[in-house]
């Protein structure tokens, strides 16, 4: 049972209110006082009872805090018993409370304590442990063994690092070991292949090339570019090519296609060029 009364707004379920079948045959004026009392119970210790200063809400304060006579609110609160929207608990000093209430309320003080504790702990997680480090390409270079350590093959991994790094899908050491128990059972030029495949296809883990991608696995590394430079001539002819392309077309739909299917890497500097040179807007 959560001890401590509610802070700040009352949370409130506005489709269960507006389509619960049960509540719906209420009459307005009976969902109305069980407004009423649901403030009172998001105000109550313990969360969901009428009481006030550890003092059960008697009748009479009710049906003045709602605004109804007292025979009034005795006839309404026994319809919001009968279906099950509010309970009494029929001691001597019988108090009122709203079980839908009492509940949300030991949830939340539930996880406000397991939360203050790491959370579940059965799952091996504490905040004493220390954050995983953050993984770096050298880390991730020297897992390799010094079979798969080439300079072809440094070009294709660094190339597949940077992407997962734009997208912000870090590595994490559970991570490099995956990839690293998958590259040894390669031979250096298939895992080549497979680690360029990734980055072209923009996968976040090692799969088997598609078939057709590259019947020569050297013929897929020889097609990659060796160098930065190599990498920024191919990327300008690419641009070029692009800007052309779209020179050619008229309205700002057709633009915006052809940017969009352009190589992610030129998408930007595709759409910065448009507006400049051809006053382009997105559609």
């Known amino acids: 049972m959560a001890k401590q009364k509610g802070e700040g707004a009352l949370q409130l379920n506005t489709e269960v209110w507006l389509l619960d079948a049960v509540l719906r045959d209420h009459t307005p004026h009976d969902r ?13 210790e313990p969360y969901g009872f009428l009481v006030q200063s ?10 003045r ?31 009122f409370y709203i079980p839908k209430m009492v509940k949300d309320g030991a949830v939340r003080q539930a996880a406000r ?26 880390y991730l270079w020297n897992c390799l063994p010094t079979s798969h350590q080439s300079d072809e093959m440094k070009e294709a991994m660094q190339a597949w690092w940077e992407f997962r790094q734009r997208k912000r899908v870090v590595f994490t050491k559970p991570a490099v070991s995956r990839a690293v128990s998958v590259l040894v059972k390669l031979s250096p030029e298939e895992a080549i292949t497979w680690i360029w495949c990734a980055h072209d296809k ?8 598609p078939q057709g991608y ?5 013929a897929m590394v020889t097609s990659q570019p060796k160098t930065r430079k190599a990498k920024a001539k191919k990327s300008e002819s690419e641009f ?27 998408v930007h500097q595709l759409e910065k060029w448009a507006v400049t040179a051809l006053d382009f807007k997105r559609p």
């Open 32 to 44: 109305g006082v069980l407004v009423d009392l649901m403030c009172l119970a998001h105000r109550g």
């Open 240 to 266: 070029g090519e692009y800007c052309k392309k779209l020179s050619k077309l008229k309205t700002n739909l057709q633009i915006w296609d052809v940017i969009c299917n352009a190589p992610h890497d030129l």
């Open 113 to 138: 304590e397991g939360g203050s504790k790491g959370g579940n702990l059965a799952l091996g997680g504490s905040r004493s442990e220390p954050r995983s480090k953050v993984i770096t390409f050298g």
């Open 214 to 218: 590259s019947s020569d696995p050297t």
């Open 54 to 63: 550890d003092r059960p809400l008697s009748d009479k304060m009710i049906a």
């Open 202 to 209: 923009q996968w976040r883990g090692l799969y088997p090339p």
């Open 65 to 95: 805090t709602a605004g109804i006579e007292l025979a009034d609110w005795k006839e309404t609160s026994a319809r919001l018993i009968e279906t099950g929207r509010i309970k009494s608990t029929g001691a001597n000093k019988p108090s």
